[in-house]
Every structure is written in C-alpha cells, then in structure tokens.
C-alpha cells in the first residue's frame, strides 16, 4: 500500500490498520524474544575407547540416541572428549568409532579431540585418527571452523542459538605451547562468541591436572598450565571439559577478568561394560540462566541422581 492509498482511507480505518500492525509487531517480536530465549542442549560423548574396543553397540546407541534426541532436546552440538579408541594402531577399532559418528554427520554438529590412546603420544603420531577424522570429514560444514597445521588435532566449531554464540575449541592431548597460542588467537578472533574449551586431560575430580604432559614425558602442558597460559587470559572463554581421568569433578574458577569459567571432568569407562553407555547432558536455559546437568545412559534408559551426576549451574546468558 503506498502512502497516498492509506491516506485515502476514512480515519477510523486507518487506526484500525495502525492497531492491527502493531498488534502483529508486538506477536513478531514477541516471538523473536522467545525464539532467542529457547533452551538448548550440548552433549558430551566421555571416553568411547572400550566401546569402540569391545561394545560398538553402546557407542552406537549414544550416538542414535543424540540424533534421535536431536529435535526434542533441541541439540545444538555434541562434544567428544578424547579416547575415542582403545589402541590407536587397531583399525578395526577407528572402524567402530566411524560407524558410531557418522550416524551424526549432517544431522547434529559435532567435534572430536585426539586423547593419549588415539595416537602414539611420544611421536604424537595421530595418524588413525586423521585418517577418519580429517579435516577433509568436516570442511563442507558451516559448522566447523577450521584447524591447526595440517590435521584435525586441534579444530574449533560454531553453534548458536539466538542471538547467543558459541565456539567450541578442541585441543591435542598435553597441548603445546604452539597450540595455546593458536587457540588464544582463535579466542580474540572470535570476542563475539562464547567459548568452550574441548580437551582430553585438564580436571581431576579434585583440581587440575598437573601431570597431562610429565606422566606421558611429552612435551606439553597439563590442566593448571592451560588454565595460566591461555583459559585465565581469554574472557570469552567460559567451559573447560575433559575426560581421561575416571570420575567426576566440577570447580568454578574467576579469570582475569572477573568473569567465572566452569571446569568439569567427566569420564565413565571405570563404570561396567566400558561405561555402560553413560553420557552428559547440558541443557542451557537462557531465561533462568541456568545449565541443567543430567548423567544418562540411553543403553540402560536411566538417569543418575547422584548429587554430583545431576545438578544445575548458574550461567548469565540474559540479563
């Protein structure tokens, strides 16, 4: 309608179009607001070695179930923390894992992350790993960002939701100092986009690691050198996850910017059967500005509710 249309139109009309108009702004923003508020999940695959060695099934029915979960759960990603096999020169073994991930390939994002059994840690040679999962698996997915040298060892990806953004960086086992700084630029690339830290070795169920990179005698770093060298100095940086170590753990640190990062440890193959299918769950709930944690297992069809398996973290997302 041009202007001199509406003007043609008797008064009363007029106000009545004005209304109609701002009664569909207010729906349209309305919906805009609660679109950007919707919760989502982020979940993390801990340690599939004895999967991928002995229970392929359970490996499978994790992923399924995240991809089934996809739409209901409203899942914007899934992280996997490292081990992805039992021994890293067994290809039968990098088969497994293949099948299990590519039951999310174009479906639900997600990124992989070289632990101490996915390669031959004191040549650092991750070349199984890179065999299935190269850049070349990701590189036509808006997703996924990009990578360090000529490998997938260390990647970044995006998600979002809303007006809220994410990256999820993924780093090498006992990553190298070459690595944090790579990483740390990636950080300040990105000032935007809230950053989860992805690697293998970084909490105890007590502290952070200080032995990722001494124990293997590797150069490297371990947890509490990661979080002095680049986590503590990047202020979008705002989740640290890893496995490795059999347990849980959970600590909320300041960085040096006054902001809190969340540093959690999560692994379960020490549970039976290589773990029993057990995986977690962070449910982020904008409007409460709350990351509901849940341990599941879609094997077993249960939740742990432990005190320590199940919880809820404050988290600003809204103001």
């Not at 029915?61 to 089934?68: D, F, K």
């Not at 065999?131 to 997915?141: E, G, N, T, W």
């Not at 371990?222 to 503590?232: A, C, F, N, T």
């Amino acid at each position: 309608m041009t202007v001199r249309q509406f003007n043609a139109i008797h008064p009363l009309a007029r106000r009545c179009l004005i209304c109609k108009a701002g009664v569909a702004f207010a729906i349209f923003a309305f919906c805009s607001i609660a679109a950007q508020a919707e919760p989502f999940s982020v979940v993390l695959l801990p340690d599939t070695q004895f999967y991928s060695e002995k229970y392929p099934e359970t490996y499978i029915n994790q992923t399924l179930w995240i991809r089934q979960q996809r739409t209901d759960d409203n899942i914007k990603f899934a992280i996997h923390l490292g081990d992805i096999v039992q021994t890293p020169t067994k290809e039968n073994e990098w088969g497994n894992a293949n099948r299990a991930m590519q039951i999310l390939d174009g479906v639900v994002p997600y990124s992989m992350v070289p632990g101490n059994h996915d390669m031959l840690v004191k040549q650092r040679d991750s070349s199984l790993y890179n065999k299935y999962f190269s850049p070349a698996r990701f590189k036509d997915r808006k997703w996924y960002g990009g990578h360090l040298g000529e490998n997938n060892d260390n990647n970044y990806c995006f998600f979002e939701q809303g007006d809220l953004k994410f990256m999820v960086i993924s780093l090498e086992f006992a990553p190298r100092d070459a690595t944090l700084k790579w990483a740390a630029g990636i950080c300040q690339k990105y000032p935007q986009h809230r950053v989860i830290i992805a690697t293998h070795c970084y909490m105890r169920t007590d502290a952070r690691d200080t032995g990722c990179a001494t124990s293997y005698k590797v150069p490297g770093n371990s947890g509490e050198e990661i979080w002095q060298k680049l986590v503590r100095k990047q202020p979008n940086v705002f989740f640290v996850i890893s496995g490795h170590v059999l347990g849980v753990g959970l600590q909320t640190s300041t960085n040096d910017a006054g902001g809190k990062v969340i540093e959690m440890l999560t692994d379960y193959q020490g549970r039976p059967n290589g773990g029993d299918g057990w995986l977690r769950t962070l449910r982020f709930v904008p409007k409460e500005n709350k990351i509901y944690v849940k341990t599941y297992s879609p094997l077993l069809d249960k939740t742990d509710e432990a005190a320590k398996e199940t919880f809820t973290i404050d988290y600003q997302m809204t103001q």
